[in-house]
């Protein structure tokens, strides 16, 4: 990867201070704030998938998730388990859930800071679940 791999990690890092000044889970409406910890925060996603769809975002600006200190993973998913326990307890529709996150455009990354999402998934909502976040790459998904 060597050189290309260097002007990459530059552009992304350009990329992601340009964002910093104008990213929106830096400017969030703290009304939109459903639960918080000393270093993370979560929220319904704006866009959602399914009833529910949240995300939970660190405090500090990075732009994936492989940039968190384990102290943020930790506070990070502290918030999944939480909202999670929340959304069973408010809507006993749900059956089940996908956590997932996007690091890099090329795996679907819009937002260049680093959020989680905690999607609720309810029986028939897909006409056949299995495989999961493996139907990011539809060809995949199916592999029995």
């Known amino acids: ?26 400017e969030i409406d703290p009304g939109k704030i459903t639960a918080t910890n000393e270093l993370a925060f979560a929220l319904f996603d704006g866009f959602p998938v399914a009833l ?16 968190l200190t384990q102290e943020e993973h930790q506070a990070v998913f502290q918030l999944v388990a939480e ?3 929340r959304l069973l307890s408010e809507d006993d529709s749900i059956d089940g859930f996908n956590v997932g996150v996007n690091a890099g455009s090329v795996a679907g990354q819009t937002i260049f800071h680093c959020h989680v999402h905690l999607i609720p998934r309810r029986e028939g909502d897909v006409e056949d679940p299995r495989g999961g976040v493996r139907g990011v790459i539809p060809d995949k998904q199916h592999y029995l």
């Open 52 to 67: 529910g769809h949240t995300l939970v975002v660190p405090h500090r600006h990075v732009a994936d998730f492989f940039e």
């Open 1 to 26: 990867m060597g050189g290309s791999g260097n002007r990459l990690n530059r552009a992304i890092l350009i990329h992601v201070e340009d964002m910093t000044e104008s990213c929106v889970f830096c």
């Open 83 to 85: 909202m999670r326990e």
